[in-house]
């Protein structure tokens, strides 16, 4: 987690009303009482700290889904979340309390859905962080697997689109053309088109020019690799130059 988030937390006080199940955790990690944001006289809800809070609680709900977390699944997760020597007590605080709370992870998907509605873009990043950190380890397991379609599901992500972000951590029957969201018969000319599109739409540097965190910014940089491996890999098999 950046230390401008962390920051916020402990100079602006009152003025983050975060407010919902988020909040409350937030609260508990800064010591402040976070109002709810409806109504609320100090600004809107910082997007960045729904952002980074929320990618937190659930990667923490995640890790008790199957009651494992492996070593690599701990690397990936402090490779997506940003973590200064200084601010690591107050991250690893947030994930324990996230793991142990008595809100389930319907509760936090659910306020990150209705907090970035006009912005799928956003819930589609938390949802890729998720499947670098479950797919660290080499698989997604079972109860991973369950707990990142149900995830999807409140987010309001159809099937088709679960595949597609899915395609871009696990091997699937589809891929790499479902990564590209291409079908097998594209002629050339839109596969090119379709990469160039991509490319452009998930430079990390638009992440950075919309002043998204650091935890959109390197999910953005894991998901342009991925696209580009399955442009490859289908460049390779047609002979593309």
């Given at each position: ?12 006080g ?62 990936a ?23 142990g ?11 990150l ?61 589809d ?38 965190p650091a ?7 894991h ?19």
């Amino acid at each position: 987690m950046t230390s401008g988030i962390w920051g916020k937390l402990g100079g602006v006080g009152l003025g983050m009303a975060v407010g919902g199940p988020l909040g409350a955790l937030v609260g508990g990690v800064a010591g402040h009482f976070l109002i709810d944001r409806e109504g609320a006289p100090f600004g809107p809800t910082p997007r960045d700290v729904v952002f980074t809070t929320g990618l937190v609680a659930l990667a923490a709900k995640m890790a008790k889904s199957d009651g494992v977390v492996t070593p690599s699944e701990v690397e990936a997760f402090g490779k997506v979340v940003t973590v200064e020597p200084a601010q690591r007590a107050g991250v690893e605080r947030l994930f324990d309390l996230a793991k142990g709370t008595t809100s389930g992870f319907e509760a936090y998907a659910g306020q990150l859905a209705a907090t970035f509605r006009d912005e799928p873009a956003l819930l589609e990043d938390v949802l890729d962080g998720l499947f670098h950190i479950a797919a660290a380890d080499g698989a997604i397991h079972e109860a991973e697997e369950r707990y990142l379609r149900a995830v999807s599901g409140i987010f309001g992500f159809e099937e088709a689109a679960f595949r597609r972000i899915a395609a871009r951590h696990v091997r699937l029957a589809d891929d790499p053309y479902l990564v590209l969201g291409l079908e097998h018969g594209a002629d050339d000319g839109l596969v090119k088109a379709r990469h160039r599109a991509l490319v452009s739409e998930n430079h990390p540097d638009r992440a950075i020019a919309r002043g998204l965190p650091a935890e959109a910014v390197v999910i953005a940089t894991h998901r342009l690799a991925a696209i580009n491996a399955a442009y490859d890999r289908i460049a390779q098999e047609r002979g593309l130059k």
